[in-house]
């Protein structure tokens, strides 16, 4: 998950809504606008962890590495500390369902620095049984590389379709292209509002296909991504979110939305 590209901070969820829908425009339903501040944590396999601070218009995302160690013969010859930090400012709103953001990027690994100017575009348009959204994302520029030869610009591409109501279900429908992966991903949610104060989802993304070995049945459930959202009476939310890496392990989150 984290060796596909340049800056991996700004291709992973910065929340367990997004988390426990594989980053599909599925969680927009859950979003609110008038959100002062969010705080979330997320924990990866190997003590790698992901904090982001929402507040307004801003956000701040900081991804640790932790303590990465060189050995020989299980005699340790050099360690480093390798982090990534994401600074984002959503501009305003064109029009009702047109938005843009632009943010910094910060990279280090030991001696080595590289940061990057980007872009989001982000259009959703809604139709009379669902929503269809399109995002342009991590357009830039990279300001100074890790190294001299010409740095790759980490774009994304996404359209989903979402808000397909099936009964008492929310289903949605994401493509994704991007220029770290040989194939376009497909990821497909699944939500629904058990009470007033409980709703549940389920997702499952193509992105992880790689660590399947397809012996058992184990394998069908690698890339799978769950959680809930639990709603208060004082307009407070918590969201948590697990998804499956397979032989790597689990991710899991919590956010708190106030």
């Given amino acids: 998950m984290f060796s596909q590209s340049e800056y991996q901070i700004i291709n992973i969820p910065e929340n367990s809504l997004l988390l426990s829908t594989n980053d599909s425009f599925s969680s927009n339903l859950d979003y609110f606008e008038n959100d002062n501040y969010s705080i979330s944590y997320l924990q990866y396999p190997a003590d790698i962890n992901f904090l982001n601070f929402k507040y307004q218009k801003y956000s701040f995302s900081f991804l640790n590495f932790g303590l990465i160690e060189d050995s020989i013969d299980n005699n340790v010859i050099n360690s480093f500390n390798s982090y990534e930090y994401y600074l984002k400012y959503k501009i305003s709103k064109f029009d009702k369902y047109l938005s843009t953001s632009i943010g910094f990027v910060y990279s280090k690994i030991e001696n080595y620095t590289s940061n990057a100017l980007l872009i989001d575009f982000e259009k959703k348009i809604e139709l009379n049984n669902f929503n269809l959204n399109f995002s342009l994302e991590n357009l830039g520029i ?16 996404q359209l989903g379709l979402n808000n397909i109501s099936i009964k008492s279900f929310h289903l949605g429908y994401d493509l994704v292209y991007n220029n770290f992966t040989s194939s376009p991903i497909h990821i497909v949610s699944l939500s629904k509002n058990i009470s007033n104060v409980f709703k549940f989802r389920i997702s499952s993304s ?3 296909k790689n660590l399947k070995l397809y012996d058992n ?30 032989p790597s392990g689990y991710v899991y989150g919590i956010t708190l939305n106030l």
């Fill in 206 to 208: 193509t992105h992880f």
């Fill in 142 to 157: 990279v300001l100074k590389p890790y190294t001299a030869r010409e740095s790759i610009n980490p774009y994304k591409l």
């Fill in 217 to 246: 049945f184990k394998d069908y459930l690698y890339g799978v991504s769950v959680g809930f959202t639990l709603f208060t009476n004082t307009n407070k939310r918590v969201d948590i979110g697990f998804l499956n890496l397979g």
